[in-house]
């Protein structure tokens, strides 16, 4: 009855109508509402399977090794610690220390920053163009170790960071591996399963963010309409009214987000004829997938704007919501960590790597759900707090800042 | 006791040292009670203390038996009307008063039935599928009456209910109190003193935090007995005498000021007047040495 009330209410308003727009745009324009054109067929003998990344130390090594060797010559490294670039220069203590990790990994020796090149008598120094190669005495691990050590000095998000070394080794899909690609995704994913993560990449970009503004004006429109006191005063309980409020938010987002997933899903239902398909792969996905992204940012919505009576969660959860989508660009083929709030697939045929990753992922997802749930929680404590006139939120703001002004005009005059 | 409220040395600071309430001492029966006193003197935060939105820092309250602390209890039998109220601008009347009915445990058909109900004594029914925002300061009252009495509550606060309408507003807002009054505790908090004076037998006056006079209306007036007078004098005497009394109204008359003022010891010539709440009221802040100027400017 009350649940219903609050949906109505949330459902009501002009953040929810564009909610709705930017889902449709997204999927829209990312082309995940009508999968009919990518219909994955048993491979061909003989055709192009397309490529892969795929870790072969062999085609690692050498590229990256070359790649460090470039950049330490010109002492400029790019970077992406938190996802944005960033240009990195190294001191003259950190100089020596990378040219001592590409010293280890060549043979080559060095010397107060600069490589020698040759031993004994063809003694050349260089700041500039170097040319040195990879040592054949280094194991696969030991690179691995100095390319640590390499992204630890640049400050982590470089070229050389674990995931980041994957990029120097994509291969060609081989017929073999494109069978069995194809036979993961007709039994694990039933076919059905691949296009719904699809889906859930994109839309959960929208779901991670959105689900903050529709909570923030479900908390302020009682404030806005002058009814807190009428509200306060009722007998219902702040734990039946901020859950009851909460769902309200997470039925909101999640109805026309499974709407749209079984849209999505459905059109390539007929490709598949005669083939065993989940069915429920849609409600699975956006449920597991999705709904903790919407969770996490409606209670971050929730909490925030009771305990301060503002529309600060918006700028909270944005920056949280920026720096993931900035960090997940590097994580598009579906690696996982255990505190991003969109996690990235964005690949039909990826499934060996979502298996892979399932137990991270996994882990992520409860992790969000927990964390929600204890959101929840103090919001219900805060708002009983502010029922009975223990804590006021935006008027205290407001009292801190009039006081603020006061002893500014008062220093000033 | 069963029916009726007791406030025991109530005291209630805003921070450290604002003291909005000072050793309240309140016994309030059925039927309407006034609470009158000027803007700031500690009204609104007693109401809001009685209706478990603020919490008092010592001293106790108990309504109908049930301890102040009992915010649940509490609330079920308390109806509240505050000071500065709206709803939902979008829902109608009628929606308005479902989601509260909803919030206040109500059960769908005794929903339905009371709401019907009290839209037909506050004069809404034909109003019911307006929005809210469509409707009028007075109209926006008598909604604020209606959904304080949706749980039936033995006790109906109501704050500064008639601040800002218009004087039949106003009227039909007293008559509607009168009339809920017969079977529940309801208290009027106001600074104009007519409401009062038209709907409570029984009042008290607070001013700057405690409370000044508690008791009947007729007892007030007593208080004021002999000590309010009227005089016609030479407009040229006015600022002499706006020093030597606290005058309470004055209208001109050509070269003449028709004046009215308190005073302990008649002014010679000056007439007895029969005092009204509004004197004694004036009287008692005077005597708490608190009263305002009044006299208006030199002239």
Not at chain 1, 355 to 384: H, K, M, P, S, W
Not at chain 2, 39 to 47: C, E, I, R, S, Y
Not at chain 2, 102 to 129: A, F, P
């Amino acid at each position: 009855m009350l649940l219903g009330k609050e949906i109505r209410k949330t459902v009501l308003s002009l953040t929810f109508v564009a909610f709705i727009i930017a889902l449709l745009v997204m999927t829209i324009s990312q082309d995940v509402l009508n999968f009919s054109d990518e219909v994955i067929v048993f491979p061909k003998q003989g055709a192009d399977y397309g490529i892969q990344q795929k870790e072969v130390p062999e085609l690692i090594m050498p590229a990256a090794f070359s790649s460090l060797c470039e950049e330490f010559a010109a002492n400029e490294y790019i970077a992406y610690p938190i996802g944005f670039y960033k240009s990195v220069k190294l001191n003259d203590t950190d100089r020596e220390k990378m040219a001592d990790i590409i010293s280890t990994l060549s043979g080559a020796e060095q010397e107060d920053g600069s490589i020698i090149i040759g031993k004994d008598d063809e003694v050349s120094e260089t700041k500039g163009d170097i040319e040195v190669t990879l040592s054949d005495d280094i194991s696969y691990e030991e690179f691995r170790a100095c390319m640590k050590q390499a992204d630890d000095l640049i400050g982590g998000g470089s070229n050389y960071s674990e995931n980041n070394l994957l990029n120097y080794s994509y291969v060609a899909v081989t017929y073999e591996e494109a069978i069995e690609n194809y036979n993961l995704i007709a039994s694990k994913d039933k076919f059905t399963g691949a296009y719904a993560r699809l889906f859930c990449d994109f839309v959960g970009i929208i779901l991670s963010i959105f689900p903050v503004f529709i909570a923030v004006t479900v908390c302020l429109k009682d404030r806005r309409a002058k009814m807190n006191e009428l509200i306060y005063a009722r007998k219902t309980s702040s734990f039946k009214l901020i859950l009851t409020r909460y769902f309200s938010v997470i039925i909101a987002a999640m109805l026309p987000t499974i709407i749209l997933a079984y849209i999505s899903n459905i059109s390539v239902w007929g490709q598949y004829s005669g083939m065993s398909l989940d069915y429920l792969a849609p409600l699975k996905y956006t449920i597991g997938w999705l709904m903790p992204s919407v969770m996490i940012s409606a209670a971050i919505g929730m909490f925030f704007t009771e305990l301060t009576g503002t529309p600060i969660a918006i700028a909270i959860q944005g920056l949280w919501w920026f720096i993931d989508i900035n960090v997940g660009v590097s994580k598009l083929r579906g690696v996982h960590t255990l505190f991003e709030l969109a996690p990235r697939h964005n690949a039909l045929r990826n499934t060996q790597t979502f298996l892979d990753e399932f137990n991270t992922l996994a882990a992520n997802r409860l992790i969000i759900v927990g964390a929600a749930l204890l959101l929840v929680i103090a919001t219900v404590i805060i708002y009983e707090q502010k029922r009975r006139g223990e804590l006021s939120g935006y008027e205290t703001i407001k009292t801190h800042i009039a006081g603020l002004a006061n002893r500014k005009s008062k220093s000033a005059a | 006791m069963e029916n009726c409220i007791e406030i025991k040395e109530l005291n209630k600071f805003y921070g450290k040292k604002k003291q909005a309430l000072s050793n309240v001492n309140l016994t309030i029966e059925q039927g309407m009670f006034g609470l009158l006193g000027r803007n700031g003197a500690g009204k609104t935060t007693l109401m809001k203390t009685l209706a478990t939105l603020l919490k008092k820092q010592s001293g106790s309250i108990s309504i109908c038996g049930i301890p102040i602390e009992n915010a649940k209890e509490i609330r079920k039998i308390v109806g509240y009307l505050p000071q500065d109220f709206s709803m939902y601008p979008t829902m109608t009347i009628i929606e308005a008063m479902d989601y509260l009915g909803i919030l206040s445990g109500i059960g769908t058909k005794e929903r339905k039935e009371r709401i019907d109900l009290l839209l037909k004594k506050v004069n809404l029914t034909e109003h019911k599928n307006k929005k809210v925002k469509a409707l009028s300061g007075g109209m926006k009252r008598r909604l604020g009456i209606a959904q304080a009495l949706l749980n039936d509550p033995k006790v109906l606060i109501v704050d500064e209910p008639t601040a800002g309408l218009d004087p039949e507003e106003r009227i039909r807002f007293r008559n509607l109190l009168c009339d809920v009054s017969e079977e529940r505790i309801v208290i009027l908090s106001t600074h104009i003193v007519g409401d009062i004076e038209a709907t409570c037998e029984n009042l008290a006056i607070l001013n700057e935090g405690s409370i000044l006079y508690c008791g009947t209306v007729s007892d007030l007036l007593d208080t004021a007995n002999g000590k309010v007078f009227s005089k016609t004098v030479d407009k040229r005497d006015l600022p002499k005498l706006k020093k030597e009394y606290n005058i309470i109204g004055m209208h001109s008359q050509g070269n003449k000021t028709y004046i009215r003022f308190l005073a302990e010891l008649p002014y010679p010539d000056a007439e007895s007047c029969e005092p009204n709440i509004e004197d004694a009221y004036m009287l008692y802040l005077w005597n708490s040495g608190t009263a305002p100027i009044l006299s208006g400017g030199e002239e």
